[in-house]
């Protein structure tokens, strides 16, 4: 049995039927673990895709799960990887 909708975008592994608590489906993609390093030390991050069912932005949530988190539209979180180039650390 499909737990995808016909709409989900390529990269929903969400299972509807038991995750979405309305007629509105909430679209995720799998949550993928980067390694990081902040001035307190290493680190864990989660970046997640995510979007509701009928709007046009895609979101991207990059935190630590608890307290700190950056949750920017797909677009946005391009610029800032662009931004890092542009300062020369790539
Ligand atoms: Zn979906």
């Given amino acids: 049995m499909s ?3 016909p709409t989900c975008p390529r990269w929903c592994v969400a299972v509807h039927a038991s995750e979405d608590e309305s007629a509105i489906s ?4 799998a ?3 980067v390694a990081a390093l ?6 864990t991050l989660m970046l997640e895709l995510h979007r509701t ?3 046009l932005t895609t979101w ?3 935190g630590d799960g608890e307290r700190q988190f950056l949750e920017l ?8 990887a662009a931004a890092l180039e542009s ?3 790539a």
């Fill in 26 to 29: 909430r679209h995720r993609s």
């Fill in 60 to 62: 991207v949530y990059i």
């Fill in 31 to 33: 949550i993928v673990d």
């Fill in 73 to 80: 539209s797909v677009e946005s979180a391009l610029r800032v």
């Fill in 38 to 43: 902040q001035p307190a030390g290493a680190t």
């Fill in 87 to 89: 300062v020369g650390v």
């Fill in 53 to 55: 069912e009928g709007e």
């Fill in 3 to 5: 737990t995808q909708r």
